[in-house]
């Protein structure tokens, strides 16, 4: 590696991400320090400049959420930062009361966010993935961490914090089948639908046949994507259930998203907080919204009707492999009713299999002797062995101990709210006295 960047300071906090979760964190702690004092903040994202699941923000897509669960309102709504605040901002206040939805489309509440990130440019450096957070070590205490990031042109930088936030989201799920096809341009995850599907030769008109994996509300959007915009495709949609199923978001259910939940599911043991997760799974997990499965089944209804077959939907079908050749990509669909094997060949395939949440294992690795197994506290915080006096907190990696809201946007504002407290109580008790700014370089 080159001489990395190291920089002399010492944050208060380094975020890793700077998504809706720690965009809310960020506000959070920008309002509690107008009254408190200001802790020393930055934000790092991978991305180049900020996009909330930019890849996509196809124009059908709505929020799934009511957009007073924004970066702010429950939290505080005389927020500047409200998603009503930015309609007005915008002039468009009025006309969003016209439309009678609280459910903007996603690619307007993606604009409510990048506006919102604008405000926090002095706090955020886009670019830049962070590669590891380790110990800086004194007297065998972890008294700070280190946070190694690599910037677009390849250039590693090198900081020190006493606490960083891991809010890093999720990684793209890809099948055992498809590893292998990870590389080939034609196999491409539905985090990358929009940049990807620029570079199909549909998008000149060509016919193409397409197969979309997965029976989720992102499995839902592509095919309705490629049936509007893309005439010259047919599309297959391949499922291991046997229906689209509807996401439950009526109201008494929806109480598992407030803010009070999340301390009933903390206070379950953790066979109760599993079978909670599993009694709500169908709030988010493998569920389409109904307007858009009765949009699909229309579809499949009026191609009965026209005789004109240019979609097939495959459902209980799984994949018994995967392969490619100049032609195409070839599927063993195997259907679990009859058990029959078949051959399908297609020009592309879309993964639309969901996310993993496995990166905070990976960039905590070096610190896994003071970590555990990840137990984290009410506050967010990792219990950590005694030795580590820094703060390791996570967003969106504590659905089991929190609950299903951990990885949306549901309680973003209380959270941060949270998280806020703990790093000021956490700064006033815990500050170690002997972390100068010469040990910090020493340590780089
Ligand atoms: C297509 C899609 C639609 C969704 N729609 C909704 C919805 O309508 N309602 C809802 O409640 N939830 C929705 N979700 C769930 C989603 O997780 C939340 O909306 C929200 O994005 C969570 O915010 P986050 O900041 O925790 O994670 P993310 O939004 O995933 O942000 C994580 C950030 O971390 C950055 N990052 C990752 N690794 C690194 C690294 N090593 N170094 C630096 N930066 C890194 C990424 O670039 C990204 O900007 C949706 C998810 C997807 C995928």
Redesign the pocket.
Known sequence: MTQAIASAVVHDLIG????????ALAIALQEHGQVHGHLDVLF????AD????GN?LVSQ?????SFL?DLVTLRNPTSPYSFVNYLKAHGRLVDFINLGTFYPC?ME?NDYLRWVASHFAAQSRYG????AIEPVLHQQQVEALRVI?RDIQGQHHVRTTRSVVV????TPRIPEAFKALKDDARVFH??QYLERMTRQPCINGQPMRIAIIGGG??AAEAFIDLNDSYPSTRVDLILRGSALKPADDSPFVNEVFSPQFTDLMYQQGTAERERMINEYQSTNYSVVDIDLIERIYGIFYRQKVSGIARHVFHSLTSIDSATADGQGIQLALRNAASGEVSEQHYDAIILATG?ERQ?HRQ?LAPLANYLGEFEVDRDYRIVTDPRCKAGIYM??FCQASHGLSD????V?PIRAQEICASLYAHDQHDKPVSLTDERVLAAV
């Open positions: 890793i991400g700077f998504g809706p979760s720690n965009l790092l994202d991978k991305q900020y996009r909330w699941h996509t897509s709505e929020l799934q959420i669960k996603r509440f830049e993935e962070v590669l990031s809010s890093a989201g999720g539905h985090s509300q992102s996310y990166m960039l967003q969106g990885t949306l946007l549901s973003l």
